[in-house]
């Protein structure tokens, strides 16, 4: 399960989307996560879904790959479907079985919910696969920069976002390291009940995140020993500059987020 999480990976590619300046992908992540709650009807996943494909098309990343990071996200579906499909109340009966009722409504909703997390999980992964944790990080810095007069740390911020974004896939692979030492020790994370699984993850969790406080740590005393202390009087390396490619995605990021908006004003 722990390599099937695509989360803060990065798939190198020669594509246009790789190129596009980070804060161009920025925003338009956030534009497509709102598009996916601004729609109520399944006629809305029309220019979504024309919206998705074209960018993975340009991204140059493997429908396989992104696929893989759904994987983990499936019990999440599963419980969500099921709570959607009970509770939303409607008129047309499908089952009525003891304090349980299943009507239209909860089908429609359910397939409604499935559908919103895989739109995004699978668009919110692209914008990991395709830009590194430094650009992403120098993105959102300089993205959020009219927030600094403000006195809201948008260095920090960025920099908690980039750390964190470095450490998911370390802290998978040494998730899965540790779980194969336990199962050599004869350790069962797949038999028994619901409550014998929950306490056989036990042994994982607690050097997990002992390992993961650990280097923490080190990363801290790493940064105070280089005499790091934040965005005061740095520079980059490779500044952000836009370009011609850059404006075009805007078009496109805003006239896809009017399409959307237009089909919610019309009731579609």
Known sequence: ?????????????????????????LLGTVVYIASLFIGKTFFTFIPISVFLVMVIIL???????????????????????????????????????WIITI???GVFMAIFIILRLLYLVAGTSLLTLTTTPTRLTDGMEKGLR???PLKVPVHEIAMMMSIALRFIPI???????????????GADFESGNLMKRVRAMIPLLVPLFVSAFR??????????????NGAEGRTKMKPLFYAGR???AYGVIFGYLAVVIVMRVFGL
């Open 146 to 148: 009219f927030l600094t």
């Open 103 to 105: 009507n239209w409504e």
């Open 59 to 97: 991204s140059k990343v493997p429908v396989s790959f992104i696929l893989r990071g759904i994987k983990p996200i499936i019990p999440l579906l599963i419980i969500s479907a099921a709570f959607n499909l009970i509770l939303t109340p409607g008129d047309s009966v499908i089952v009525r079985f």
């Open 1 to 25: 399960m722990f390599k099937d999480i695509t989360l803060g990976q990065f798939y190198p590619a020669d594509s246009v989307i790789h190129r596009l300046d980070p804060r161009v992908k």
């Open 215 to 228: 280097r923490a740590g080190d990363l801290a005393m790493a940064m105070e020993a280089r005499c790091y």
């Open 246 to 248: 850059d404006f075009i």
């Open 171 to 185: 802290l998978t692979e040494e998730a899965d390291k540790i779980k194969k030492a336990q199962l050599a020790r």
